[in-house]
């Protein structure tokens, strides 16, 4: 069944007298539960895409459901109960809250967006904690542990709330490429075990190519789709 949906999608940026054509016209159709990735120089469309399936952002034209939900006509109270309830969101500047500890940010979600009581709030927290390896960090702030940290710890507050769908921008491009390929796997490791669809961008060629699906942008246009085989993944694992 699909999670998402794009039919001619475009998104124009109106700046004064000019205006960039940052989508045009695309169409998608994304899986339940698949690991994708959408690459592409800088500039191409990625944020923009991930915005508008996001619902952080709305289309100039074309109709996007995720979840059998026509989103493009959400107003802004209907946008961020949908995204507080269905999707979770890695940044690649990992957006950690300075003042709270690492359990008090993946916490932060079920206390702000979803009224979960207390122990189930505390069992959760604990389970996405220990999912993501940040257990014995769990007291430590963001200033105290490094970027391959603070990533899982994203990951873990991304989960949380046990949405359908994780968007991930440019999740790795802070991170050297140990710890990048770290977090990619452990979103990996998260898509297969709690059947999440995760969806994360990247202009790293190296790191795309872990994905199921790679879609690759093009001055705002989807220009190719690759599906990487069980076969190519078996004998990745193998060398
Ligand atoms: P990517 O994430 O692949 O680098 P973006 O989606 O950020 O690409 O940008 C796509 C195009 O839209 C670029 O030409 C960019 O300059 C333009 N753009 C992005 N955001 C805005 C904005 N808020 N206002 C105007 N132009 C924008
Ligand atoms: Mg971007």
Redesign the pocket.
Known sequence: MSLIELKKVSRI?K?GETS?Q?LADINLDIEQQTFVSFV?P???????LLNLIGCLDKPSNGEIKVNNVRVNEFNRKDAAVFRGTNIGFIFQNFNLLPILTVYENVEYPLIMVQNIPEKERRDRVLKYLDAVGMTDQKDKYPSQISGGQKQRAAVARALVSDPKLVLADEPTANLDHKSAFMVIELMRQMQRELNTAFIF?THDPKIVKEAEIIYT?ED?KLVNREQITNSDINAKEKN
Not at 42 to 48: E, H, V
Request: no cysteine; aromatic share 6%.
């Open positions: 940026y700046m960039i940052a592409g800088s500039g191409s469309g990625k944020t923009t961008s942008l705002g």
